[in-house]
């Protein structure tokens, strides 16, 4: 994979569970994603097609059916990410895939859209948990074109240690030489950074209860604090402006305001996170 983002969160597995899960309480989160839905059962049909020549009481008798089985089941599926993009919801069968849709407003007014397809899942032999997906995005502004990733949930051997939360995922830039460079050198450097800042976020949350909107607000107060310091030094000296400079960007960050620092962004022992089988399936499907 070529992002790696992992975080250490201190709270019980199924909150870490649900609000990562969970598309409306991981588009509060995820700086990434304005908007992450599933979409309708008719639409994971390739085809489009919504119309049948079985004979109208069959087709009723079988929806009637469908929905009932789809009311038992809890279909687990990831939202993006992430990588990553969209997850896995943990309401459906076991590694059951579901398709989702997922939108970023790059502008006020551009909204760059796409479509994937996840699964989770929630009882594993060593008491770990994993979601994976692959997406991609139509969108002729989008740079990514598709890809894919995984979540990991590992808790300690100790509650006390908390769950490790890890990422990674890879994509296709598009736009051929000139995306390739451009995601080398801007794109790929600034998902790595809204992926783990989006971490921190997410863990000042289950950790603390500052919600994803007001942790929002520390940063921007915080940004526009240490933007002060910065236009104060060049009001009074060269040389203050310098030391301003350095001070706005050295100065650690409130405990209150997330911050891409604290999640690691290499794999431990600098090796190659492995992406679970999980992940394979949904490739070959």
């Given at each position: 994979?070529?992002?790696?983002?992992?975080?250490?969160?201190?709270?019980?597995?199924?909150?870490?569970?649900?609000?990562?899960?969970?598309?409306?309480e991981?588009?509060?989160?995820?700086?990434?994603?304005?908007?992450?839905?599933?979409?309708?059962?008719?639409?994971?049909?390739?085809?489009?097609?919504?119309?049948?020549?079985?004979?109208?009481?069959?087709?009723?008798?079988?929806?009637?059916?469908?929905?009932?089985?789809?009311?038992?089941?809890?279909?687990?599926?990831?939202?993006?990410e992430?990588a990553?993009?969209?997850g896995?919801?943990?309401?459906?069968?076991?590694?059951?895939?579901?398709?989702?849709?997922?939108?970023?407003r790059?502008?006020?007014?551009?909204?760059?859209?796409?479509?994937g397809?996840?699964?989770?899942?929630?009882?594993?032999?060593?008491?770990?948990?994993?979601?994976?997906?692959?997406?991609?995005?139509?969108?002729?502004?989008?740079?990514?074109?598709?890809?894919?990733?995984?979540?990991?949930?590992?808790?300690?051997?100790?509650?006390?240690?908390?769950?490790?939360f890890?990422?990674?995922y890879?994509?296709?830039?598009?736009?051929?030489?000139?995306?390739?460079?451009?995601?080398?050198?801007?794109f790929?450097?600034?998902?790595?950074?809204?992926?783990?800042?989006?971490?921190?976020?997410?863990?000042?949350?289950?950790?603390?209860?500052?919600?994803?909107?007001?942790?929002?607000?520390?940063w921007?107060?915080?940004l526009?604090?240490?933007?002060?310091?910065?236009?104060?030094?060049?009001?009074?000296?060269?040389?203050a402006?310098?030391?301003?400079?350095?001070?706005a960007?050295?100065?650690?960050?409130?405990?209150?305001t997330?911050?891409?620092?604290?999640?690691?962004?290499v794999?431990?022992?600098?090796?190659?996170?492995?992406?679970?089988?999980l992940?394979?399936?949904?490739?070959?499907?």
């Open positions: 994979m070529g992002l790696y983002v992992e975080a250490c969160v201190r709270t019980d597995l199924e909150t870490l569970w649900k609000r990562t899960q969970d598309p409306a991981h588009q509060r989160w995820d700086l990434r994603f304005t908007e992450i839905s599933y979409l309708p059962a008719e639409s994971a049909d390739p085809a489009g097609s919504t119309e049948s020549s079985e004979p109208t009481d069959s087709r009723d008798s079988r929806r009637s059916g469908d929905s009932s089985a789809s009311t038992e089941s809890s279909v687990s599926i990831e939202a993006a992430s990553a993009p969209g896995p919801d943990g309401r459906g069968a076991e590694g059951a895939p579901r398709r989702f849709r997922y939108a970023t790059v502008l006020p007014f551009l909204v760059v859209a796409g479509t397809v996840s699964a989770g899942e929630r009882r594993r032999a060593g008491g770990d948990r994993v979601s994976a997906l692959r997406f991609a995005s139509p969108h002729p502004l989008s740079l990514l074109a598709e890809g894919s990733g995984y979540w990991r949930y590992v808790p300690g051997a100790d509650p006390a240690e908390g769950i490790r890890l990422t990674g890879d994509y296709r830039p598009r736009w051929g030489r000139f995306g390739r460079l451009a995601d080398r050198l801007v790929r450097p600034l998902m790595g950074w809204a992926t783990a800042w989006s971490f921190d976020r997410l863990r000042l949350w289950c950790e603390h209860g500052i919600t994803p909107e007001r942790s929002r607000t520390h921007q107060l915080e526009a604090a240490r933007a002060g310091l910065v236009a104060l030094g060049a009001a009074v000296h060269p040389e402006l310098m030391l301003a400079a350095v001070a960007v050295l100065l650690p960050p409130s405990p209150r997330p911050a891409a620092r604290r999640c690691l962004r794999p431990p022992g600098r090796s190659p996170g492995r992406a679970p089988r992940l394979a399936t949904l490739e070959q499907s």
